[in-house]
């Protein structure tokens, strides 16, 4: 029975936030990290625990902020950054496409799956399907294989290989230490390996079967544009003094005699300018960077330049002329431009691109797309001279679904940025030092050896998450203190009281996936670990069996494109329709839920 008298206003309070944090994180009305740390401010309100001045008092509440999980997360994208930025994960991308081949999609499945499962079980999942993602677009063109065929099985496969380890997925690392505030043993390197490895083996066989036959098969956005991309040329011009453009606006000229021109940027004095391209007014002087397109082009390349009539009458002088290049972006879940329009952000004038079109599955903007507000999977389609598109490949916002550029790779440190991170798995196995310190130790030998650079550190870490951790951390914590967790396990047991742990292990699980799928899954794992502690107590049984079917229900995102950040990549790289995902993921994550409601209890028995 739930005991409802032990209910108070604190406690109706922090359900309060809980619910608008909830509510929140499922609707995007602002960043996932910002509704955290808004419902930790709340909660932090001076007064509310009790007689203090403010609750920061209270040594409850500044325990949430001794959990060693978010510095541990934030050494671990250092890790990963520095093996990224050594080359060690370029050059395995480069490997599969010798070991994988062109011709057999099965052998090609095989081999990403496997190179993806094994690279994420030791470093973060993100960077690899963010390095391979050109590389498999890459081979798609350049064979009879279709992306929408490759790209999920490779999501899936590093959302599995993170299972594997205790730092191959953070949300491991977050339950870990909270179940480590609360009195359990600690997690060791390997523990969840012998169900991971079983996890990975069962999603595998699925994917390479029953999966593989509800892959679609579809065209991506980029296979559209491969006939396009290399045959393009930039021509800079300046205006003459008595050109008949002088005082007058784009439209007015060029572009009604040039229909198929496209201006990527207006310099006046060195300087480019920042107002609109159909409002600005040319001025004598004025170095015009155009690009053609169609017939124009075709005219262009035969007569050396804008010697055509048309240039001639408007009276502009060809300057130079160089090769351009288009290439295809996917806006990632945690970048900085969403929910921003092209106008806003000012594209064209801070990297000198031109955008020529920005498609979402829901439909594709090829004209007034400048008041799109940008989405997570949106796909931009952006033309430019080379060196202004590598600065925005270079950028972390926007994910190149092109071949990456050579230049930012630290030659000479692969070996280097490898010893490390092994040393960092052998120690973590065998020493039983806390995963923490090893984790700084690795991430700092990563800046002695110069494998990165301290900025290139400080940009790795994905800080929305690290706050997203803390602000949860602090709002779980005022859970436990006001005895909401308690009062959520009685609420558990009421329904499940009479059930065998298993079911209980059963139905935990279930629901960790499935909030996994509509929710942040490190605030799932924030906000569950409690309760499900509490529930091992009312039972009278081992906590441990439900920590690790907790750990692994927050990892079984596979019905949704937006439950985990790899998916949302490959669905806007890859061409697929929100239903693919849950026609491919359901089963699979139906299955797994089997798995571990069978196995769990043998590995880690309730008594």
Request: hydrophobic letters at 50%; a neutral charge; one cysteine or more.
């Amino acid at each position: 029975m739930i005991h409802w008298l032990g209910v108070n206003w604190q406690m109706c309070l922090v359900f309060g936030v809980l619910l608008f944090a909830m509510l929140a994180f499922f609707r995007e009305w602002v960043p996932a990290d910002m509704v955290a740390m808004f419902s930790l401010g709340i909660v932090l309100l001076p007064g509310l625990f009790g007689d203090d001045a403010a609750i920061l008092g209270k040594d409850e509440l500044l325990g949430a902020f001794s959990n060693a999980a978010p510095l541990t997360i934030a050494c671990m994208f250092v890790m990963s950054a520095g093996l990224e930025k050594a080359g060690c994960i370029r050059i395995l991308g480069k490997g599969f496409r010798k070991m994988a081949g062109t011709t057999s999609e099965l052998r090609v499945l095989v081999v990403l799956m496997v190179t993806g499962a094994v690279l994420s079980a030791f470093v973060n999942n993100t960077p690899v399907v963010v390095v391979f993602l050109p590389i498999v677009l890459s081979l798609a063109r350049s064979s009879e294989l279709k992306a929408s065929r490759l790209l999920i099985p490779l999501s899936f496969a590093c959302i599995l290989g993170g299972t594997c380890t205790l730092t191959g997925t953070s949300t491991n690392l977050i339950i870990d230490g909270k179940a480590q505030e609360l009195g359990l043993e600690p997690f060791t390197m390997f523990e969840l390996s012998k169900l991971g490895i079983v996890y990975a083996a069962v999603g595998f066989v699925y994917m390479l079967t029953v999966g593989r036959k509800l892959l679609p098969k579809r065209e991506s956005v980029t296979a559209d544009l491969s006939q396009l991309e290399e045959r393009e040329f930039l021509t800079q011009v300046i205006v003459q003094g008595d050109s008949p453009m002088v005082g007058k606006t784009l439209p007015e000229t060029l572009f009604k005699e040039v229909k198929e021109a496209r201006v990527i940027e207006v310099r006046r004095r060195g300087n480019p300018l920042d107002t609109s391209l159909n409002l600005l007014k040319i001025a004598a002087g004025d170095r015009i960077l155009i690009s053609v397109h169609g017939e124009e082009f075709q005219d262009l390349k035969e007569t050396e330049g804008l010697r055509m009539t048309a240039y001639q009458n408007l009276k502009l002088e060809t300057l130079e002329r160089r090769q351009s290049m288009m290439m295809e972006g996917i806006i990632g879940p945690q970048s900085r431009l969403l929910g921003k329009s092209l106008k806003e952000l000012k594209f064209r004038q801070r990297f000198g691109v031109l955008i020529l079109g920005v498609h979402r599955q829901s439909g594709e903007f090829r004209r007034n797309f400048d008041d799109v507000r940008i989405q997570a999977g949106d796909s931009l389609l952006i033309e430019g001279p080379r060196a202004a598109i590598a600065r925005v490949q270079e950028e972390k916002d926007f994910i190149s679904l092109s071949e990456p550029p050579e230049s930012p790779v630290r030659r000479g440190k692969a070996l280097v940025a490898a010893g490390i991170t092994v040393g960092f798995v052998i120690a973590a196995s065998t020493t039983g030092q806390p995963i923490v310190v090893l984790a700084l130790l690795a991430a700092l030998a990563m800046l002695a050896t110069r494998c990165l650079d301290p900025a290139d550190a400080y940009s790795a870490v994905s800080w929305n998450i690290i706050f997203l951790i803390i602000g949860m951390l602090g709002v779980g914590k005022a859970m436990e203190v006001t005895g909401g967790a308690v009062l959520m396990a009685d609420g558990v047991m009421a329904v499940f009281g009479d059930s065998s742990p298993v079911v209980v292990l059963a139905a935990i699980y279930i629901l960790s996936s499935t909030l996994t799928e509509m929710i942040s899954n490190n605030a799932v794992a924030v906000l569950l670990t409690p309760i499900v502690i509490g529930i091992a107590a009312a039972l009278g049984v081992e906590a441990r069996p439900f920590i690790v079917a907790m750990m692994f229900g927050c990892s079984a995102s596979f019905a949704t494109p937006i439950g985990y950040q790899t998916n949302t990549y490959v669905y806007g790289a890859g061409g697929y329709k929100f239903s693919d995902f849950p026609k491919v993921g359901v089963p699979l994550n139906l299955i797994l839920w089997g798995v571990a409601t069978v196995l769990i209890p043998v590995f880690w028995p309730f008594e």
